[in-house]
């Protein structure tokens, strides 16, 4: 009698080990899955939903494991970012995502600057390709002159072409959605 009482606990104790083990080794495994996406992006909003969508259009796959990551640790706030994924596992890049703050400089769009000018001003302050920031702001341009606001932005020092002119042409609809 004895010996079933200590066989069927120690039985228990087996599972239960087996059982924590298991899951132990699923997020070892897990936190090796490679993550990729941009090094340097704005996040617009704090709310949740922003930030996952806004990983996500960066090239981040956020899983339903990395969501609940970012809910259980804290949720970025609004500002620029610049993240090396290659230096973090995947448990980890959602922890270290919102302490990872982008050095940030201040941009002027001035009233009646042509989009020649800017792209040129742009390249030579951020030290970026002309020629790309030229093709996304012909991209993201509903018309030849005029789309971007003239106002103080702020400005990533490590943006590329792409999030440079996405940023100020979101800022600029959402000024023109103001009015």
């Known amino acids: 009698m004895m010996k079933q009482i200590i066989s ?7 599972i239960y080990v ?13 936190h090796f899955i490679p993550i990729h996406g941009a090094t340097t992006f ?10 996952k969508k806004t990983l996500q259009k960066n090239g981040y796959d956020v899983t339903w494991i990395d969501s609940a990551m970012l809910k259980l640790i804290r949720v970025p706030t609004k500002g620029w970012y610049r993240v090396e994924p290659e230096k973090h ?15 940030t400089m201040q941009v002027v769009i001035f009233a009646g ?3 020649e000018a800017l792209i040129e001003r742009l390249a030579n302050d951020m030290k970026l390709d002309p020629v790309k920031l030229m ?12 789309d971007i606001i003239a106002n103080h932005y702020t400005l990533a020092r490590s943006a ?4 440079t002119m996405e940023y100020l042409f979101e800022r600029s609809k959402e000024t023109f959605e103001r009015f």
């Open 18 to 30: 087996e059982i924590f083990a298991g899951l132990l080794l699923l997020g070892i495994i897990y």
């Open 113 to 115: 600057e042509s989009k």
């Open 135 to 146: 093709r996304y702001y012909d991209n993201y341009a509903q018309f030849k002159e005029g």
């Open 8 to 14: 069927h606990k120690y039985r228990r104790f087996v």
């Open 89 to 103: 596992g995947r448990l980890t890049f959602f922890e270290f995502l919102y302490r990872q703050k982008a050095p």
């Open 160 to 163: 590329d072409e792409k999030a």
């Open 42 to 51: 704005y996040i617009p909003s704090s709310d949740f939903k922003t930030v």
